[in-house]
Nanobody, 124 residues
Framework: QVQLVESGGGLVQSGGSLRLSCAAS????????MSWFRQAPGKGLEWVST????????YHADSVKGRFTISRDNAKNTLYLQMNSLKPGDTALYYC?????????????????WGQGTQVTVSS
């Protein structure tokens, strides 16, 4: 049974940092593409970052480039999102998602499994 469990969200002031984690189980984590998405109140799902199975290739949305870094530890079956220089516009529910095979894709419909999300709130 595939399970993705996010953690690390919270309330932080503008300019602060948070590190999100996503613990994976029930599948061969090291062979899956992994991504972070977010959904702000009243808005649709937005792609944030993607990392290749081996961790050698990463992709970030323009809105977070230079501030957020996606990474993974395949030995620990864990995905991370380091978020620095946070802005109020980053306030959202953050989800991790897994995709079996293929290549980089920012379309949420291409993803097989999703976590329940972790809330990030950035105050001004």
């Amino acid at each position: 049974q595939v399970q993705l469990v996010e953690s690390g969200g919270g309330l932080v002031q503008s300019g602060g940092s948070l590190r999100l984690s996503c613990a994976a189980s029930g599948f061969t984590f090291s062979t899956y593409w992994m991504s972070w998405f977010r959904q702000a109140p009243g808005k649709g799902l937005e792609w944030v970052s993607t990392i290749s199975p081996g961790g050698y290739n990463t992709y970030h949305a323009d809105s977070v480039k230079g501030r957020f870094t996606i990474s993974r530890d395949n030995a620990k079956n864990t995905l991370y999102l380091q978020m620095n220089s946070l802005k109020p516009g980053d306030t959202a529910l953050y989800y991790c998602a897994s995709k079996d095979g293929g290549s980089y894709n920012a379309d949420p419909q291409r993803y097989d499994s999703w976590g329940q999300g972790t809330q990030v709130t950035v105050s001004s």
